[in-house]
Nanobody
Framework: QVQLVESGGDLVQPGGSLRLSCAAS????????MAWYRQAPGKERELVAR???????GYADSVKGRFTIARDNAKSTVYLQMNSLKPEDTAVYYC???????WGQGTQVTVSS
């Protein structure tokens, strides 16, 4: 049974940092392309970052230079390190297995003073 469980969402002040985790079970993240998406209230879900099976990464223009996606194969976990957070980063963040199009339940990130 496939499961993707996100964690790490929180309330943080502008300029702060958070690290989101996506713990995967039932799949081998090393051979799957993985991604983080986010959805803000009233907006469509958007791709934030992705990592290919070979480790190539890609980012939305709005987060380039601030966010980093990484994968720990031994822990079967995908991370999203978010630095210099802005209020417009506020959203529910979702982990997605691009290879099989499977979603986690999401974790809330709120950036506010």
């Amino acid at each position: 049974q496939v499961q993707l469980v996100e964690s790490g969402g929180d309330l943080v002040q502008p300029g702060g940092s958070l690290r989101l985790s996506c713990a995967a079970s039932g799949i081998n993240v090393r051979v799957h392309a993985m991604a983080w998406y986010r959805q803000a209230p009233g907006k469509e879900r958007e791709l934030v970052a992705r990592i290919s099976q070979l480790g190539a990464t890609g980012y939305a223009d709005s987060v380039k230079g601030r966010f980093t996606i990484a994968r720990d194969n031994a822990k079967s976990t995908v991370y999203l390190q978010m630095n210099s957070l802005k209020p417009e980063d506020t959203a529910v963040y979702y982990c997605n297995d691009l290879t099989i199009n499977y979603w986690g339940q999401g974790t809330q990130v709120t950036v506010s003073s």
